[in-house]
């Protein structure tokens, strides 16, 4: 897919690459493409040998840990930023995570911590992240999350999640007003379903994905490369009066009744 936009000497953080399928990999392809220089983090040591290959086929210049729900790594991974590159342009935030246990039952059967849990590292990790990104933001810039149709309509087994990814959304939209006047843009980016690592813990995701294919217009899913394409516009400037939105990249499916 050719570049959408011409990133040339931008620096962005990635936030959220599980493996080469994952939406995060397919953004990253895209940012690269468009002459990005990216920075990339990895949960753990558990999870580093599925990131580095993705790290290294787009020449990530910082590869770092990053589990938001260890006090400190977030911070060291922006200080890590401004001590290498003194600047950041864009990042996308790109990770989610509730409780089997929470996830696999309805709204009203969840535990209060699983909530808690699965709101800190899906919503407020992004708030967290704006905070940490706006003093490297002094040209302005662009915060970027990833959300789902489920936040919006109620999606059969998506349960939990659809409530924490409703709060994202909001958060967004406020993130932008707090942050307009430092040209810092916000936007949540309503991505397609795709066969990843992430959307495994959800009851019959198979079952989801022919439905969704079957609903949308073209009959398809959309692709993380789609998708990638998608962040790229956002991060770029041609995004920045679409700032505070949530823009479908799903093939359509959104419009369809």
């Given amino acids: 897919m050719a570049p959408v936009v ?9 936030v959220g690459i599980a493996n080469a399928q994952s939406i995060a990999a397919g953004c990253a392809h895209a940012l690269r493409q468009a002459g990005a220089e990216l920075a990339v983090t990895y949960l753990n040591e558990k999870a580093r040998p599925y990131v580095e290959p993705v790290a290294q086929a787009i020449g990530a210049t910082i590869v770092t840990p990053c589990d938001v729900r260890s006090p400190g790594q977030l911070e060291a991974v922006f200080e890590r930023i401004r001590n290498d590159w003194g600047r950041l342009d864009f ?14 039952t309805g709204v009203i059967n969840c535990s209060a911590d699983g909530f808690a849990l699965a709101m800190d590292v899906s919503c407020h990790s992004f708030i967290r992240m704006a ?6 933001m002094t040209q302005g810039g662009s915060l970027l999350t990833v959300s789902f149709y489920g936040a919006d309509r109620v999606v059969e087994n998506y349960n ?50 022919d ?10 899913l959309v692709s993380i490369e789609e998708i990638g394409a998608v962040a790229a516009f956002l991060a770029s400037e041609a995004g920045r009066p679409m700032t505070g939105s949530v823009v479908y990249a799903d093939g359509g499916f959104h419009t369809i009744a």
């Fill in 160 to 209: 939990l999640m659809g409530p924490v990814k409703a709060a994202l959304e909001s958060s967004v939209r406020y993130i932008a007003a707090d942050l307009a006047d430092r040209d810092i843009r916000a936007f949540a980016i309503s991505a397609g379903p795709a066969k990843t690592r992430a959307a495994s813990g959800i009851g019959r995701f198979d079952d989801l994905l």
């Fill in 211 to 220: 439905k969704i294919r079957e609903r949308t217009p073209a009959n398809r």
């Fill in 131 to 136: 905070r940490l990104a706006t003093p490297l």
């Fill in 91 to 104: 990042l996308l935030h790109s990770i989610a995570f509730c409780p089997r246990e929470d996830l696999q």
């Fill in 6 to 14: 011409d990133l040339s000497g931008k620096r962005g953080l990635i």
